[in-house]
């Protein structure tokens, strides 16, 4: 099955810096990687996603890349602020016939300090 | 429009014991997937249901089951708990078919005592 592996596990950051977090996949058939936010007591939010056919993507503060060759992509945060502390979790929709399973990253647990 | 909607928020049970944990998708959305998430860890997919039917299922033993009803709501069972199985239970919810994006409620938060 998909294997995902994330990193950094944590990153601590000073409010204005950038923060990048990466993802390796074993899969080459995977081809949806979305990027949730999860903060202490809450279920996961999504807050950006990219599809296979794009290499980078961007909302504001935030962009996501993708290495289809390599199998890694990443996510950037710009201009952090404070409210950007929490866990963050990368996913891959795995191709298994018929399902749109899942498959998560271990989790970054980002600090933004002010 | 609402969200996803899940029910309870908390449970305390104990070994042996059954539970029964309920989602609501959002309206308009006919598939509903479930994850189990383990303290410290990410989410790991139980099942997913587009159209009442069980289309997927994770390494979970037969203890857990679920179904979908025809207004697409559904429910997770778990017979005879373990205290492993205490964790966040959570519900996402897609459109189905082809779309991929999943919505996920605030979660189940089950404790096994």
């Known amino acids: 099955g998909e294997n995902v592996e994330q990193h950094p596990s944590t990153l601590s950051v000073q409010e204005g810096d950038s923060a990048v977090i990466k993802c390796t996949y074993s899969?080459?058939?995977?081809?949806?990687f979305p990027w949730y936010k999860q903060e202490l007591g809450k279920g996961p939010q999504l807050i950006i996603d990219?599809?296979?056919?794009?290499g980078e993507k961007k909302d504001q503060r935030i962009a996501v890349t993708l290495n289809k060759t390599a199998k890694h992509f990443s996510l950037h945060i710009t201009e952090t602020q404070p409210e950007d502390s929490a866990v963050y979790f990368c996913?891959?929709?795995?191709?298994?016939?018929?399902?749109?399973?899942?498959?998560f990253g271990s989790g970054t647990r980002l600090q933004v300090q002010p | 429009d609402a969200g996803v909607t899940q029910s309870p928020t908390h449970l305390i049970k104990t070994r042996g014991q059954h539970v029964t944990l309920r989602c609501s998708p959002i309206?308009?959305?006919?598939?509903v997937s479930w994850y189990q998430q383990v303290l410290g860890q990410g989410p790991q997919f139980i099942f997913q249901y587009y159209e009442k039917e069980e289309r997927g299922r994770g390494n979970f033993p037969d203890r857990f089951s679920a179904r979908q009803f025809p207004n697409y709501s559904s429910e997770l069972n778990v017979n005879a708990l373990l205290l492993g199985d205490s964790a966040l239970y959570l519900c996402?919810?897609?459109?189905?078919?082809?779309?991929?994006?999943?919505?996920f409620g605030p979660g189940t938060r089950l404790l096994v005592l």
């Open positions: 996913a891959v929709l795995s191709m298994d016939t018929g399902r749109r399973a899942l498959t």
């Open positions: 996402a919810s897609s459109l189905g078919g082809a779309e991929e994006t999943q919505y």
């Open positions: 990219i599809r296979s056919n794009v």
């Open positions: 899969d080459s058939a995977s081809n949806y």
């Open positions: 309206s308009g959305h006919k598939s």
